[in-house]
């Protein structure tokens, strides 16, 4: 299984930026799929999350500007981030808990990262 994510940038600081994140190969299906991010010198942290039902869930940080959603007969997960700010530069990370058979437990499965800078 991989996770290939794209539509990190450069960005002025009001500006917004849509992350897209693709999972391929043996799928079964997929649960929980997040996005994370890792600012320099800090702890990732969880960004959003969306259930396979379409239930979002958004960190304190990014609630009203960022926004999740998930096409499950695609296997994609996008990040519409809108008025980003200078704290919002990181590497961000997409994630999925996916079943490669009917028979197997979710496991979690990470893309590589993009990177994303806002300006002031």
């Known amino acids: 299984v991989q996770l290939q994510a794209s539509g990190g940038g450069l960005v002025q600081a009001g500006g917004s930026l849509r992350l897209s994140c693709a999972a391929s190969g043996s799928i079964s299906s997929i649960g929980q799929m997040a996005w994370y991010r890792q600012a320099p010198g800090k702890q990732r942290e969880m960004v959003a999350v969306v259930t396979r039902a379409y239930m979002p869930n958004y960190a304190d940080s990014v609630k009203g500007r960022f926004t999740i959603s998930r096409d499950n007969a695609k296997n994609t997960v996008t990040l519409q981030m809108n008025s980003l700010e200078v704290e919002d530069t990181a590497v961000y990370y997409c994630?999925?808990?996916?079943?490669?058979?009917?028979?197997?437990?979710?496991?979690?499965?990470w893309g590589q990262g993009t990177l994303v800078t806002v300006s002031s």
């Open positions: 994630n999925a808990a996916v079943m490669t058979t009917s028979r197997s437990p979710y496991r979690d499965y």
